[in-house]
């Protein structure tokens, strides 16, 4: 029997807050690099498009210039072998300034015209993976501060607590 005034060591429990703290926390953490791979699939899935690809002409139909450069977009409009028409919204650079009725090179899947990049323009996956590694700095940056505080403040209690 323990006398009433020992003292008893217990494990802390961890509770359904804490788990799903942490839970969010790590899905936070994995999404950049999650973003970051999946923005390279879809650059190499374009590259090997072009090089693959059924090339045709096109025409560029809409162009949104917009002050964001996650907004500028343009929309071209092409005809497949088949001669079925089809249309793609590509993402334009910052630097690019096409114009209505400009004659772009479309790449198309034989087998589905509806996978089709413009040649010379951005990916979307350029965009993902922009995301992907800033989100990566940032919430790896605010991990590894508060990794390093919690360590300084266990060091600080342990030296306190021997000294």
């Known amino acids: 029997m323990t006398p009433p005034n020992a003292t008893v060591n217990r494990t802390p429990r961890i509770s359904w807050g804490m788990r799903a703290n942490f839970a969010f926390s790590a899905l936070v953490i994995c999404l950049g690099p999650i973003l970051m791979v999946v923005g390279t699939f879809q650059i190499n899935a374009d590259a090997e498009l072009v090089r693959t690809g059924e090339q045709v002409p096109g ?4 162009f949104h210039d917009e002050a964001q450069a996650s907004d500028r977009k343009m929309k071209v409009e ?13 993402m334009v650079d910052y630097h690019q300034h096409p114009v209505v009725g400009d004659e772009v090179t479309v790449v198309h899947r034989l087998s589905d015209p509806a996978q089709a990049t413009v040649v010379g323009f ?13 989100l990566t700095f940032i919430f790896g940056g605010i991990g590894l501060f508060l990794a390093v505080c919690s360590w300084m ?3 600080k209690r342990r030296n306190k607590a021997t000294g």
Do not use: C, K, N, P
């Not at 025409?59 to 809409?62: F, L, R, S």
């Open 59 to 62: 025409m560029v139909t809409e």
């Open 153 to 155: 403040g266990l060091r």
């Open 78 to 90: 092409f005809q497949s072998a088949d001669g079925s028409a089809h249309h793609e919204w590509i």
């Open 122 to 134: 951005e990916s979307d996956g350029v965009f993902l993976r922009g995301v992907g590694v800033v």
